[in-house]
C-alpha cells in the first residue's frame, strides 16, 4: 500500500475515533435524503387533491406503515384541498408500499401510482393499501425483509515491500537453503 493510502486510512480512522467520521456520515446521510426528496418531489403526480380522499389515503397508509418500520412517522391529516404536486408525505409512503408489493410479487395488489390525479384515484390507491395490509403474503414478506441496509466493506493493509539489490536477494534466498 502506497503511504499516501496508509496516512489517509490513518485520518480515516483518526476521524471515527474523534466523532468526526459519524458526523460527516450523519451530513452524507442528510444529502442522498435531500437529493431522493428531490427525486420524489419531481416525480410526484400532479392534480387537484380533496382533504377527503388525501386523508382516506393518508388512514390506509399509517394503518401499513407500522408493518414496514414501527417508528416511521404517520401521515398527517389534510385540512385543505391540494392544487399541484401530490403532497410528498403521501406520495413517498406510497411509492415504498406500491415497490414492496411489487417485490412481494403481488402486482395487482401495488397502488398505482399512474392515476393519482384525482380524488377518485386516491380512494382507489387507498383501497389497494388496505388489502395489501390483509393480505398475509405482503405481511410475511414485509416482515422477513431486512431492515435496514448493511454495507461489507473489505479493507486490506498490505505491509510495505521493500525493494532489493540482486545481490541482497541472492543472499536472502541462500539463507533460506
Known amino acids: 500500500m502506497a503511504k499516501e493510502d496508509m496516512m489517509a486510512l490513518e485520518m480515516e480512522e483518526g476521524e471515527m475515533e474523534s466523532g468526526e467520521g459519524e458526523a460527516k456520515a450523519m451530513a452524507d446521510a442528510a444529502a442522498i435524503d435531500e437529493e ?19 386523508n382516506v389515503l393518508g388512514d390506509s397508509i399509517n394503518k401499513i406503515l407500522p408493518l414496514f418500520d414501527p417508528s416511521l412517522p404517520p401521515v398527517a391529516l389534510f385540512q385543505e384541498d391540494v392544487k399541484g404536486k401530490l403532497p410528498l408525505e403521501i406520495y ?13 410479487m403481488l402486482p395487482d395488489l401495488a397502488p398505482p401510482l399512474d392515476t393519482l ?16 395490509g390483509k393480505n398475509r403474503d405482503f405481511q410475511m414478506f414485509v416482515k422477513s425483509a431486512p431492515k435496514k441496509m448493511e454495507t461489507e466493506v473489505e479493507v486490506s493493509i498490505e505491509a510495505p515491500v521493500a525493494e532489493m539489490s540482486p545481490e541482497e536477494e541472492d543472499s536472502v534466498m541462500m539463507g533460506r537453503m
Open 36 to 54: 431522493l426528496d428531490g427525486m420524489s418531489e419531481e416525480a410526484a403526480p400532479v392534480g387537484n387533491y380533496p382533504s377527503r380522499p388525501l
Open 92 to 104: 413517498k409512503p406510497l411509492v415504498m408500499i406500491n415497490a414492496a408489493a411489487n417485490e412481494a
Open 117 to 132: 390525479t384525482d380524488g377518485r384515484g386516491l380512494e382507489m390507491a387507498a383501497g389497494k393499501v388496505i388489502l395489501l
